[in-house]
T-cell receptor, first 115, second 117 residues
Framework: DQQVKQNSPSLSVQEGRISILNCDYTNSMFDYFLWYKKYPAEGPTFLISISSIKDKNEDGRFTVFLNKSAKHLSLHIVPSQPGDSAVYFCAASGGSGGSNYKLTFGKGTLLTVNP | GAVVSQHPSWVICKSGTSVKIECRSLDFQATTMFWYRQFPKQSLMLMATSNEGSKATYEQGVEKDKFLINHASLTLSTLTVTSAHPEDSSFYIC?????????????FGPGTRLTVL
């Protein structure tokens, strides 16, 4: 039973345009959400996170939006750059942001940014 | 630079042998370490949570006698795959939670590719 779902296995965008990556979750106990970027044969790299008490968090080109009522979050990357091409994982935790709480991951979305 | 290292980065072994994978947090102390495995085009699946000095907590369906976890210090956790079989071939990733360069979060290692012949 997938508690964190990323329904788009891949996304292709043009350089300079906006990339929107989506994530849905089913567990109401999740209260902290993270996005990771992963290259092949490497470990995930933390990008940005959001607590359930917020609906938006921004860090440079990356913005995460959270819609609690819809149990949906999205990652916006603008402008997209070729170096952003990677697999993006959405993850959720029930630990209020505590780093020692386990994460539940989605299957990932492969983003390709074309020059 | 990397804040969590894994060794080895890849290993090939014969069926029936045991393989040990090390996970080290660099420059910070990790009270909790997590072990994940990832199959191709799948998500990272949590195998177990390891706290320094205590027994690991395994996720449902993960055999604790097959995947031995030792968290001997605040900077080192090991995963031993005992009597490995071809179906254990996977990408194993650890993460360490603690106060690192990006704040208090989980930091992931680069992963270990295990191939069992």
């Amino acid at each position: 039973d997938q508690q964190v779902k990323q329904n788009s296995p891949s996304l292709s965008v043009q350089e300079g345009r906006i990339s929107i990556l989506n994530c849905d979750y089913t567990n109401s106990m999740f209260d902290y959400f993270l996005w990771y970027k992963k290259y092949p044969a490497e470990g995930p790299t933390f990008l940005i996170s959001i607590s359930s008490i917020k609906d938006k968090n921004e860090d440079g080109r990356f913005t995460v939006f959270l819609n609690k009522s819809a149990k949906h979050l999205s990652l916006h990357i603008v402008p997209s750059q070729p170096g952003d091409s990677a697999v993006y994982f959405c993850a959720a935790s029930g630990g209020s942001g505590g780093s020692n709480y386990k994460l539940t991951f989605g299957k990932g979305t492969l983003l390709t940014v074309n020059p | 630079g990397a804040v969590v290292s894994q060794h080895p980065s890849w290993v090939i072994c014969k069926s029936g042998t045991s393989v040990k994978i090390e996970c080290r947090s660099l420059d910070f102390q990790a009270t909790t370490m997590f072990w994940y495995r990832q199959f191709p085009k799948q998500s990272l699946m949590l195998m177990a949570t390891s706290n320094e000095g205590s027994k690991a907590t395994y996720e449902q369906g993960v055999e604790k006698d097959k995947f031995l976890i030792n968290h001997a210090s605040l900077t080192l956790s090991t995963l031993t795959v005992t009597s490995a079989h071809p179906e254990d071939s996977s990408f194993y990733i650890c993460s360490a939670s603690g106060l690192g360069p990006e704040g208090d979060t989980q930091y992931f290692g680069p992963g270990t590719r295990l191939t069992v012949l």
